[in-house]
Nanobody, 125 residues
Framework: VQLQASGGGSVQAGGSLRLSCAAS????????MGWFRRAPGKEREFVAA????????IYRDSVEGRFTVSRDNAKNTVYLQMNSLKPEDTAIYYC???????????????????WGQGTQVTVSS
Protein backbone atom coordinates (compact mmCIF):
# COMPACT_ATOMS: atom_id res chain seq x y z
CA VAL A 1 0.00 0.00 0.00
CA GLN A 2 1.20 3.53 -0.80
CA LEU A 3 0.44 6.39 1.58
CA GLN A 4 0.30 10.11 0.88
CA ALA A 5 -0.07 12.49 3.82
CA SER A 6 -1.24 16.08 3.44
CA GLY A 7 -2.81 18.93 5.36
CA GLY A 8 0.11 20.20 7.38
CA GLY A 9 0.85 23.87 7.80
CA SER A 10 1.61 26.68 10.20
CA VAL A 11 -0.89 27.78 12.83
CA GLN A 12 -0.90 29.72 16.06
CA ALA A 13 -1.34 28.02 19.39
CA GLY A 14 -4.97 27.14 19.95
CA GLY A 15 -5.62 26.65 16.27
CA SER A 16 -6.66 23.57 14.35
CA LEU A 17 -5.48 21.49 11.44
CA ARG A 18 -6.77 18.36 9.78
CA LEU A 19 -4.28 15.94 8.34
CA SER A 20 -5.27 13.45 5.68
CA CYS A 21 -3.56 10.31 4.50
CA ALA A 22 -4.70 8.80 1.22
CA ALA A 23 -3.94 5.15 0.56
CA SER A 24 -3.64 3.36 -2.75
CA UNK A 25 -2.48 0.09 -4.15
CA UNK A 26 -4.23 -2.29 -1.82
CA UNK A 27 -7.46 -2.91 0.04
CA UNK A 28 -7.51 -0.07 2.55
CA UNK A 29 -9.89 -1.77 4.96
CA UNK A 30 -7.32 -4.52 5.60
CA UNK A 31 -5.03 -2.08 7.39
CA UNK A 32 -4.95 -0.53 10.79
CA MET A 33 -3.76 3.05 10.42
CA GLY A 34 -1.50 5.03 12.69
CA TRP A 35 -0.20 8.57 12.99
CA PHE A 36 3.28 9.29 14.29
CA ARG A 37 5.36 12.43 14.61
CA ARG A 38 8.97 13.45 14.89
CA ALA A 39 9.89 16.74 16.48
CA PRO A 40 13.27 18.39 15.82
CA GLY A 41 15.98 16.62 17.77
CA LYS A 42 13.61 13.95 19.09
CA GLU A 43 12.74 10.40 18.22
CA ARG A 44 9.62 9.49 16.36
CA GLU A 45 6.63 8.93 18.64
CA PHE A 46 3.21 7.41 18.37
CA VAL A 47 0.31 9.87 18.19
CA ALA A 48 -2.89 7.99 17.40
CA ALA A 49 -4.25 4.97 15.60
CA UNK A 50 -7.51 3.50 14.36
CA UNK A 51 -8.42 -0.11 13.76
CA UNK A 52 -9.33 -1.57 10.38
CA UNK A 53 -13.06 -1.07 10.86
CA UNK A 54 -12.68 2.34 12.46
CA UNK A 55 -14.33 1.39 15.73
CA UNK A 56 -11.26 1.22 17.95
CA UNK A 57 -8.96 4.22 18.46
CA ILE A 58 -6.01 4.94 20.71
CA TYR A 59 -4.09 8.14 21.52
CA ARG A 60 -0.95 9.17 23.31
CA ASP A 61 -1.79 10.90 26.57
CA SER A 62 -0.62 14.35 25.51
CA VAL A 63 -3.08 14.57 22.61
CA GLU A 64 -6.05 12.77 24.18
CA GLY A 65 -9.09 15.05 24.03
CA ARG A 66 -7.50 17.39 21.47
CA PHE A 67 -6.86 15.08 18.51
CA THR A 68 -9.32 12.76 16.79
CA VAL A 69 -8.34 9.98 14.41
CA SER A 70 -10.92 8.66 11.96
CA ARG A 71 -11.09 6.88 8.66
CA ASP A 72 -13.31 6.65 5.61
CA ASN A 73 -12.81 3.25 4.05
CA ALA A 74 -14.90 4.24 1.03
CA LYS A 75 -12.41 7.05 0.32
CA ASN A 76 -9.30 5.08 1.33
CA THR A 77 -8.36 7.90 3.66
CA VAL A 78 -7.48 8.31 7.32
CA TYR A 79 -7.71 11.67 9.08
CA LEU A 80 -6.20 13.31 12.11
CA GLN A 81 -8.20 16.27 13.36
CA MET A 82 -5.97 18.36 15.61
CA ASN A 83 -7.56 21.00 17.82
CA SER A 84 -6.17 23.25 20.55
CA LEU A 85 -2.73 22.89 19.05
CA LYS A 86 0.29 23.66 21.20
CA PRO A 87 3.85 24.60 20.23
CA GLU A 88 4.98 21.19 21.49
CA ASP A 89 2.85 19.61 18.74
CA THR A 90 5.29 21.00 16.17
CA ALA A 91 6.70 18.06 14.22
CA ILE A 92 6.65 16.18 10.97
CA TYR A 93 3.60 13.94 11.03
CA TYR A 94 3.62 10.55 9.34
CA CYS A 95 0.84 8.12 8.60
CA UNK A 96 1.47 4.41 8.70
CA UNK A 97 -0.40 1.23 7.86
CA UNK A 98 -0.27 -2.36 9.01
CA UNK A 99 -2.39 -5.34 7.92
CA UNK A 100 -3.37 -6.25 11.46
CA UNK A 101 -6.60 -7.04 13.22
CA UNK A 102 -5.29 -5.58 16.47
CA UNK A 103 -7.40 -3.06 18.30
CA UNK A 104 -7.04 -0.75 21.27
CA UNK A 105 -3.72 -0.30 22.99
CA UNK A 106 -2.01 -2.84 20.77
CA UNK A 107 -2.17 -0.36 17.91
CA UNK A 108 0.32 1.85 19.72
CA UNK A 109 2.83 -0.99 20.08
CA UNK A 110 2.78 -2.88 16.79
CA UNK A 111 5.42 -2.40 14.13
CA UNK A 112 3.81 -0.66 11.17
CA UNK A 113 4.99 -1.95 7.80
CA UNK A 114 4.10 0.92 5.48
CA TRP A 115 4.81 4.64 5.85
CA GLY A 116 3.90 7.86 4.13
CA GLN A 117 6.31 10.71 3.43
CA GLY A 118 5.29 13.07 6.25
CA THR A 119 3.73 16.49 6.46
CA GLN A 120 5.07 19.39 8.52
CA VAL A 121 3.00 20.90 11.31
CA THR A 122 4.30 24.08 12.93
CA VAL A 123 2.55 25.67 15.89
CA SER A 124 3.70 29.11 17.01
CA SER A 125 3.10 30.60 20.42
Amino acid sequence: VQLQASGGGSVQAGGSLRLSCAASGSTFSRYAMGWFRRAPGKEREFVAAVSRGGVSTIYRDSVEGRFTVSRDNAKNTVYLQMNSLKPEDTAIYYCAADPTAHTGGSLARIRYDYWGQGTQVTVSS
